[in-house]
């Protein structure tokens, strides 16, 4: 961190601002560096186009904005024998947010326990394509974690772009079709993207709600309501 801000010195000194998003780390520990400092990946984005003078325009359907509430009664009704979390991510930086967001509230991965897991790891890519190409090996884990009876949560990423697979959510728009939405774990996701991607965020944001998918803004988002959901499960304990 030191000799990435340290880099930055000649940028700051000509009064070009410096966003810095570190994984893990309190903004506390910049002080006085001069670097804007964001809690997030997500609220990075909103701080560079804060200030370039462009803030950041919400392209998420109506319904989405309720994502934490439809959780949080969800979550309500579940049995108390739903207590994990199992996440299955795409991105590498996303599951380490992720891991780092869940570990503040308490949240840590066990043998037996919350699952944290990155389907772009070498482990799990060695002969074969990535998960962003090729998401079958993610949607495996998923389509096992919503069938256990422990599971409570499932949180996944959606990553658009050029050269990723043109329907991203083929697999698990039907995944989160079958479970009971009165009892059943929750899937909550977010799409990392825009709607000029050649799989449309919105599109897809769209198919995962109809699916009973509760679509997060921000994968820091997804992860706090996870927590939050965890929370609300831990008092009614």
């Known amino acids: 961190m030191a000799r990435v801000v340290e880099a ?3 940028l700051l000194g000509r009064g070009i601002p ?3 998003a ?4 309190g903004g506390h520990a910049l002080d006085g560096t001069g670097v804007h400092v964001a809690e997030s990946l997500a609220d990075s984005a909103d701080v560079v186009a804060r200030l370039l003078g462009h803030p950041p325009e919400d392209s998420l ?3 989405a904005h309720d994502a934490a509430a439809s959780a949080a009664e969800r979550a309500r009704r579940q049995s108390s024998d739903r207590r994990l979390i199992h996440g299955a991510f795409c991105g590498g930086t996303f599951a380490a947010e992720t891991r780092s967001l869940l570990a503040d509230e308490g949240i840590s991965e066990s ?3 919350h699952t944290l897991i990155d389907f772009g790891d070498d482990e799990y890519t060695v002969g074969r394509p990535h998960p962003m190409i090729d998401p079958s090996a993610r949607d495996a884990r998923i389509r096992w974690a919503v069938t256990q009876p422990s599971t409570s949560i499932v949180l996944v990423d959606v990553v658009l772009g050029h050269g990723a697979t043109k329907h991203p959510v083929e697999s698990l728009v039907p995944i989160a079709a079958a479970i009971d939405a009165a009892s059943g774990p929750i899937v909550i996701a977010h799409v990392c993207g825009t709607d000029d991607d050649p799989q449309c965020r919105r599109d897809l944001v769209e198919q995962l709600s ?5 679509v997060a803004d921000s994968n820091a988002d997804a992860a706090r309501i996870a927590a939050a959901c965890m929370a609300m499960e831990r008092s009614h304990g």
């Open 8 to 10: 930055c010195a000649p």
């Open 18 to 20: 410096v966003v810095a």
């Open 22 to 25: 570190f994984v893990g780390l």
């Open 61 to 63: 359907p109506p319904d």
């Open 111 to 113: 043998v037996g326990g």
């Open 210 to 214: 109809r699916a009973g998918v509760v």
